[in-house]
């Protein structure tokens, strides 16, 4: 494993329903970020359908699996040396699903189904079944949800006990969900709330979120990079910017920051005697 080492967040706006272009789009930002040393790639959520909500639009942009997105990623891993995440528009059993999938350059390509569908995507995808992964990798222990899951604490908490040291988080914020879409220091909600759990649960986080916007969608961009005390140590970026940010993290000290002192140890003074955290039947 290696303790310390450079990870992306690559933030851009998909054209809406061109796969084809988007993922040459994510190749160039994915070969780019591999040439300024880092070896885990995040890209946006739904990066190579784009973010829309027109069945038809999701329908001829969907793929397997195991389509063209994936093993692409696949192959450009093993070359690059580099874990690559993000995510995609795909089509299973005849039902859609706003996906993600994290690709190592061993050859392993785990498939996440978004678990919490925000507003109009309830319309168009079937809901994730396939549980939260955290995937074994020679940088680390990386968990992955997408977008709106991060509202829910159950989920970085859940990844963080079951072992994750850094999650990855394909995105495309818009407002909607707070009262004001920035604070006083021009951080959104979502990336607040990224930081803080990040600090609760002792674990870096990786977000990258589509930006600009079109067809009256418009994201908040504000990719950022966080360690595992909470501190923001690159972004977010602007709204309307493509751009990738870069910044190193530690997995020793991840994992050393579980302990902050002599008797703050989050992880061991949880009263599992009061309370549980139960995941795909496991309780932590």
């Known amino acids: 494993m290696t303790d310390a080492f ?27 970020a591999a040439g300024k040393g880092a070896r885990l790639v995040v890209l946006p959520e739904l990066a190579i359908s784009g973010y829309g909500l027109d069945p038809e639009g999701l329908a ?30 795909e089509t299973a059993g005849g039902n859609l699903h706003n996906s993600a999938v994290l690709v190592t350059p061993e050859g392993s390509a ?14 168009v995808f079937s809901p994730g ?19 709106y899951d991060l509202r829910f604490v159950e989920v970085a908490r859940a990844l963080a006990l079951m072992g994750a040291d850094v999650i990855a988080v394909p995105t495309a914020w818009v407002g909607g969900f707070d009262r004001n879409a920035r604070d006083a220091m021009g951080f959104i909600g979502q990336a607040r709330g990224a930081m803080v759990q990040a600090n609760l649960n002792q674990v870096a986080m990786v977000c990258a979120s589509q930006s600009g916007g079109d067809q009256g969608i418009r994201f908040l961009g504000s990719s950022l990079i966080v360690d595992s005390f909470g501190e923001c140590l690159a972004g977010p970026s602007e709204q ?29 003074d949880r009263r599992i005697d009061v309370y549980g955290l139960t995941v795909s039947g496991t309780t932590y």
């Open 60 to 89: 001829r942009s969907a793929e397997p699996g195991d389509g063209p997105t994936v093993t692409g990623w696949l192959a450009l891993a093993a070359e690059l040396d580099v874990v690559i995440s993000g995510g995609f528009c």
């Open 6 to 32: 450079p990870v992306a967040a690559v933030q851009f706006g998909a054209r809406l329903y061109a796969p084809d272009q988007n993922r040459a789009r994510a190749e160039t930002a994915i070969r780019s």
């Open 129 to 147: 079944d396939r549980g939260l992964p955290v995937v074994e990798t020679a940088l680390g222990q990386i968990g992955l949800c997408v977008c």
């Open 110 to 123: 785990t498939l996440y189904r978004k678990l919490h569908l925000f507003d109009g995507e309830k319309n």
């Open 240 to 268: 309307d910017a493509d751009e990738t940010l870069i910044a190193s993290l530690d997995i020793a000290a991840i994992r050393a920051s579980r302990v902050r002192s002599a008797l703050v140890r989050p992880r061991e």
